[in-house]
């Protein structure tokens, strides 16, 4: 390979086995032909100058002395048009074949525009949204010089104490794949050549969101049809989806560290999914593999590279390691070839190797970002991904005229708005509540109190505080906080008490085995709700919590996550009733960590248990039920629906044809509303033990007050399918139940055949 000729063909095919046949680009290969080892080993080292994007420069001398040596493939934490020219200007100009960097960054729910948190968005169940938000992240980050984009990330999880489950679709593999497919379109919108999209990264390939403890960075271990059937699809949805490049996890997998697991990285991903784009470690992930006990830094960059990872993070293991393993003969040059190779082929796609300064139009930031519309976006997208988890004497949506006391700590807050990884968005331009409060009902009569702090422990505190100020401990007392707050709350119609967890109480290293509102909060909730005034409870954070207790209170409760830029005024939107809530919850939420995992898709037992009520011998708890708190999918709205003339229009199915289940949806309320109409289905009989509920369709509908609609599901074998214990992807001739409604919670409904032929 390492002699290949240009002039032999114009199309040759790569030769490695079972991999999908590929063009070889004739602009590549002329570059491989004039690259020396160490200048294809450089092309698989990316870097951070450090310092973060809005103070870094990409001038730091070392990175610069590597760009200028061709020891750089690509960096990341580097924005602004001008500093990526300089950037590019470092590589075209001054190292020997002029070849540009790949800009990296992590735009995970918005560039500047900070939409909600990603497990916000996926509530909204709507995936042209998700996808414009993607769309939008994608033109504001390549105004700024940024082509080659970390997101999506898809990792399914079942495990609330893991902090990430922020930046992910939540716990069901189905859901998470559509989220997956929609984000990588927004990225990329089916041409990377255009100056407006950038390269998506799907990660964290794999199994991320499963470590144990829901501890991060924790081994993970699982069956492999446990990671075919419910982790992986969403990856797969991906890399389908076209996706440019995949990062890997810092877990292992059967006892190899993904960023060296060669069945993960070639096996699977490369030979059995036909991905053709480019494998980048996380975070110094190859030098964490020595931690991991594989061997040195020598050993672990050549298990990498050999495992198929093509561009080593940060660790610089594969720059200062891999020509002296080429020379031992360890790992052989075609393999560095055939990474570089991939590399090149990826800034080829985005069209930098015709034109090195295409992400360098000063003009566009001032055009492309934070636009009003963009602005307007964020607000929408917030107001989509709220869930109204209770609604208790329907206190919400309140009133304009009310005599409004808005309380508590993240009411008046600005630093926690953005939610967790939201690096590239500025917490100053976002929308407190009171603030959007006041924009949207100018004529109400507001009074904010805080109430409490997020929380008294100013260890705790400190932790969460990392990234700068998220938790502010208030020099006055707790009781004086709590005094003042229900001062406010007794003179006034009803209380709105905006609560919940700082944007960096979840997220990366953020997890945590008590998932309840913090104490110093819980209290402010129990002492506003003896005032006996009505009581709304706007929720914040990253994760499902355990909120058993205020579930049982005579409260309101509507969760918000970490909503984006715009959140003050897309709460008012939400309370006040200008805009109904019609999120659903995409993660089922505990009644207690000891519940942890509960899912809604768990798949049968022997001893299943019949109803809620505790019997012996079953598969239950002494202390609660098996049900969650909240299930996936849930989630109301200030109307009610109705399901009614559910039905499938055939009693059997025959490969090849489709049959179709069917629901009328009526509006019985008085105002509009949105519904998200879920359709699961349940294998009877089948060679592995199957979900007891598994979704397979859903569609979101506008009601007007009264009026119905009929939701029509297509279903053919293709739905039918999973991956048997030969992880052969089938489907078994059988009864299937299904069951149709707004929740996971629904009933059955009937049931149909699948026939052979
Ligand atoms: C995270 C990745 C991220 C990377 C680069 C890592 O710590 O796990 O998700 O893309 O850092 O910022």
New binding site residues.
């Given amino acids: 390979m390492k002699n290949f000729n240009l002039s032999v063909a114009f199309l040759l095919f790569l030769g490695l086995s079972g991999l999908q046949a590929q063009e070889r680009i004739p602009q590549v290969e002329a570059l491989l032909e004039k690259m020396t080892l160490e200048e294809k080993i450089g092309q698989l080292n990316l870097l951070t100058p450090g310092g973060g994007i809005a103070t870094g420069s990409v001038v730091s001398e070392d990175v610069e002395a590597k760009i200028k040596a061709g020891n750089v493939g690509g960096i990341?934490g580097v924005s602004s048009p001008e500093r990526v020219r300089q950037a590019q200007e470092l590589a075209v100009k001054n190292s020997r074949l002029g070849i540009p960097l790949l800009i990296g960054s992590?735009v995970i729910h918005g560039y500047k525009t900070t939409f909600p948190i990603p497990l916000g968005l996926s509530s909204s169940w709507d995936m042209e949204l998700i996808k414009e938000t993607a769309k939008v992240a994608a033109k504001e980050a390549t105004a700024d010089g940024i082509n080659w984009n970390?997101s999506p990330?898809v990792d399914i999880s079942r495990d609330p104490r893991w902090g990430r489950v922020a930046?992910g679709a939540g716990e069901d593999a189905y859901l998470g794949s559509q989220v997956a497919r929609a984000m990588v379109q927004g990225y990329q919108q089916d041409d990377l050549t255009k100056p407006h999209t950038m390269m998506a990264?799907v990660?964290?390939l794999a199994l991320y969101g499963a470590p144990e403890g829901g501890r991060d960075y924790n081994r993970v271990d699982m069956s492999r049809t446990k990671m075919f059937n419910e982790y992986l699809p969403p990856y797969k949805a991906a890399v389908d989806a076209g996706v440019g490049s995949v990062?890997t996890s810092?877990n292992d997998i059967d006892g190899v560290p993904a960023t060296g697991n060669k069945w993960l990285l070639t096996d699977l991903l490369r030979e059995r999914w036909g991905f053709d784009g480019f494998v980048v470690s996380?975070?110094t992930s190859v030098n964490e593999m020595i931690a991991h006990g594989m061997g040195d830094l020598q050993d672990v960059s050549a298990m990498a590279l050999k495992a198929g990872l093509d561009m080593d993070?940060v660790g610089e293991g594969f720059l200062t390691t891999l020509k002296k393993s080429v020379e031992e003969g360890r790992v052989s040059e075609e393999e560095i070839t055939t990474a570089a190779r991939r590399i090149l082929e990826a800034k080829h796609k985005l069209g930098l190797l015709d034109d090195p300064y295409k992400y360098s139009d000063t003009g566009r930031p001032e055009k492309d970002i934070l636009t009003k519309e963009n602005r307007e976006l964020a607000r929408h997208a917030a107001t989509q991904s709220f869930v109204l988890l209770k609604d208790h004497n329907q206190v919400l949506p309140v009133s304009k005229k009310a005599k409004i006391a808005l309380i508590g700590p993240l009411a008046n807050d600005q630093s926690n708005m953005l939610g967790t990884w939201a690096p590239t968005g500025d917490f100053k331009l976002s929308v407190p509540v009171l603030e959007g409060f006041k924009n949207i009902a100018p004529n109400s009569r507001i009074t904010y109190a805080k109430g409490a702090n997020i929380t008294n422990d100013t260890a705790f505190a400190k932790k969460v505080n990392v990234f700068g100020p998220k938790v502010e401990i208030s020099d006055r007392s707790p009781d004086e906080l709590l005094q003042e707050a229900l001062k406010v709350a007794r003179a006034s119609d009803v209380v709105v008490a905006v609560v919940g967890e700082a944007s960096e109480m979840s997220g990366?290293a953020a997890s945590r085995t008590n998932i309840q509102i913090p104490e110093s909060q819980k209290r402010l909730i129990r002492e506003l709700v003896k005032t006996g005034k009505p009581v709304a409870l706007v929720l914040m954070s990253g994760r499902p919590l355990d909120i058993s207790e205020e579930m049982d209170m005579p409260v309101s409760i509507l969760q918000t996550w970490h909503p984006g830029v715009e959140a003050g005024n897309a709460i008012a939107d939400v309370v006040f009733g200008d805009v109904n809530p019609s999120g659903k919850l995409t993660m089922s939420w505990p009644r207690n960590v000891g519940q942890i995992p509960v899912y809604y898709g768990e798949r049968t037992t022997g001893r299943p248990a019949p109803t809620e009520e505790f019997q012996k011998f079953k598969t239950n708890y002494l202390d609660v039920p098996n049900s969650p708190l909240l299930p996936f999918g849930h989630g109301l709205s200030y109307t009610n629906f109705q399901y009614s003339e559910i039905k499938a229009n055939s009693e059997t199915l025959r490969r090849g044809d489709s049959l179709v289940i069917s629901t009328k949806v009526t509006n019985t309320g008085k105002i509009a509303g949105q519904e998200v109409v879920q359709l699961y289905i349940h294998d009877k009989v089948r060679s592995l033990t199957p979900p007891k509920k598994q979704l397979i369709a859903f569609e979101k509908i506008n009601l007007k007050p009264g009026e119905s609609k009929t939701v029509e599901f297509p279903v053919t074998v293709e739905d039918l399918k999973f991956y048997n214990s030969q992880l052969e992807y089938v489907a078994e001739p059988g009864e299937f139940e299904f069951f149709v409604g707004g929740t996971s919670d629904c009933e059955m409904q009937g049931s149909f055949t699948l026939v052979e032929e």
């Fill in positions: 990341f992590d970390f990330m930046e990264t990660k964290h990062m810092f996380d975070y993070m990366e």
